[in-house]
């Protein structure tokens, strides 16, 4: 339903959205309020010659125009339909347009219906919208309130604290069944938010948004502790600054400022989330459907991971914790911390019982713990751990059983695929090491060692790719050692140690 203001054959028109609802309460409150017609050319406003009056500002008004702004001679309501520049007023005005205008001052609440408009107002507690058109806002005043309806399209600049940004128009303040073909046709907008204050809050219910927070080079000075409510699809975040809350939309990407305060990210229901940790992080992504999670280089980060995730691990560690759907997929790939001389990135991977089974690879100078509750799954049906580089440990004694453990001894041009490597089997058993040769001799892997450790009964060894003398090898050491430490070397440089127990004999040859 559209809303019509309309004085003095001067009409103001808003269909539906916060402009509408807004310009609606002005249009209540100023049916009873005296009317001031200025029809007349030149750029000399009328002073207000009774309190609470209404000026109308007739399009023949041309220029730059200055309001009263002292006394008695302020205007409650200011509706201007001409394209020229608006001035003055004062922290009582309301500013209502419907053309393509420019205003500076310190207008209380600013109502923009026409196809373009620039709003400068340093006004605290401000209240601007913008209906469907395109437009500029610079606000300094603190605890603003900024709605962007849907269809509209805007730069904003909020460098006060407490701000409240609302981008699009929410369904639920929708009536049902009315203009959804047209927030549908509208859903596409290009808003630029600088939000540079902080304490800020903004609401994003569109689409394809970018929302700039914080410092980017010389641009957008900022603060941490907002809270961005992203609730639109494909919108873009860059959080510069850090330190904020940001619940994201259907499908957003989070881009995380380095050498920042940690922000929490938090995802929407089904949403697909793409996250680009380059500092600390507190990601919440449990409820989404799909995530892909990249971590950084300095800083720890937490992770509550969506039904379906995928993440490459930073060499700062962290903390992820598996989604609870057993329908779901867990991807790990940890991150090399560089060299082996320096500390080993530890990352800690926890799930619960119906947490689904996860594909985990190490690297250079990993140690990546898994903790699952839950019983033993059968051998082979546990989750897949893939050695990758040296000095890497993969600690898997608390997770749950029938794991297996991929551990291929080639040289894959720039080192070998698995190098001196730690295994800690689960203490729940039914868990498969296997052990796969260099299948050429072009490039033969140097000599290294695969350490195994927390051995079971119920645990096995199986040799892929190698020759019978290898086995044998192999064999003979683990019947000598019956069941104890052992240790023994296969042809290709590899040396397998078993520390306090280790099986009798191989699977496989």
């Known amino acids: ?47 207000a010659t009774a309190p609470g009056q209404t000026l109308v500002i007739t399009p023949s ?49 600013v109502i923009a219906t026409g196809a373009t408009a620039s709003v400068a107002d340093p006004t605290d507690d401000a209240v601007v919208t913008f209906a469907t058109g395109s437009y500029t806002a610079d606000l300094t005043g603190n605890d603003v ?60 219910s569109s689409s394809n948004n970018r929302i700039n927070i914080g410092t980017q080079a010389t641009l957008n000075q900022g603060a941490t502790d907002d809270t961005i409510n992203a609730g639109g699809s494909n919108n873009s975040i860059f959080d510069f600054e850090g330190g904020n809350t940001v619940y994201m939309g259907a499908a957003t990407e989070y881009v995380g400022g380095p050498n920042t305060p940690g922000s929490t990210v938090v995802s929407a229901a089904g949403g697909a989330d793409t996250i680009f940790a380059t500092t600390a992080i507190d990601y919440q992504g449990s409820a989404a459907a799909t995530s892909l999670f990249v971590g950084n280089n300095s800083t720890a980060v937490t992770v509550s991971s969506a039904t379906n995730e995928t993440l490459f691990a930073g060499a700062g560690g962290g903390t992820y914790n598996e989604g609870s759907s057993s329908t779901g997929s867990f991807f790990f790939w940890g991150r090399s911390a560089g060299s082996t001389t320096v500390p080993a990135t530890s990352d800690t991977i926890t799930g619960s019982a119906s947490s689904s089974t996860a594909t985990i690879w190490g690297n250079s100078s990993e140690n990546t713990v898994v903790t699952q509750s839950g019983s033993s799954a059968a051998v082979g049906g546990g989750n897949d751990f893939v050695a990758f580089g ?44 296997a052990v796969f040769a260099q299948l050429s001799a072009t490039a033969p892997s140097s000599a290294h060692t695969i350490t195994i450790q927390n051995w079971t009964a119920t645990d096995y060894l199986y040799l892929g790719g190698y020759s019978a003398a290898d086995a044998k090898t192999a064999d003979t050491a683990l019947a000598k050692a019956g069941g104890g430490s052992v240790s023994f070397t296969l042809s290709d440089h590899t040396t397998i140690t078993f520390v306090n127990k280790s099986p009798t004999s191989i699977i496989g040859g």
């Open 390 to 433: 040296e000095n890497d440990t993969i600690n898997a004694m608390d997770a749950r059983g029938g794991n297996n453990y991929i551990i291929w001894n080639a040289n894959d041009g720039a080192g070998n695929f698995t190098g001196d490597t730690t295994v800690v089997t689960s203490s729940q058993g039914n868990d498969l090491v």
């Open 145 to 204: 309130k900024v709605v962007l309806d849907t269809g509209s399209t805007a730069t904003i600049t909020a460098s006060g604290t407490g701000d409240v940004i609302d981008i699009g128009t929410p369904a639920t303040n929708v009536a049902a069944g009315q203009f959804a073909a047209e927030l549908s046709a509208q859903a596409t907008v290009g808003d630029t938010i600088n939000a540079t204050g902080a304490n800020n809050t903004i609401n994003v």
């Open 1 to 47: 339903m559209a809303t019509v203001l309309s004085v003095v054959s001067v009409t103001v028109t808003a269909t539906g959205g916060y402009t509408g609802d807004l310009l609606d309460k002005v249009t209540t409150a100023a049916a009873a309020s005296p009317v001031s017609a200025s029809a007349g050319g030149g750029s000399t406003l009328p002073a």
């Open 61 to 109: 008004y041309t220029g730059s125009l200055a309001l009263p702004t002292t006394g008695s001679s302020q205007y409650a309501y200011v509706v201007y339909t001409g394209t020229g520049t608006l001035t003055g007023g004062s922290a009582g005005t309301a500013i209502i347009g419907n053309n393509s205008f420019t205003y500076q001052g310190p207008a209380q609440t």
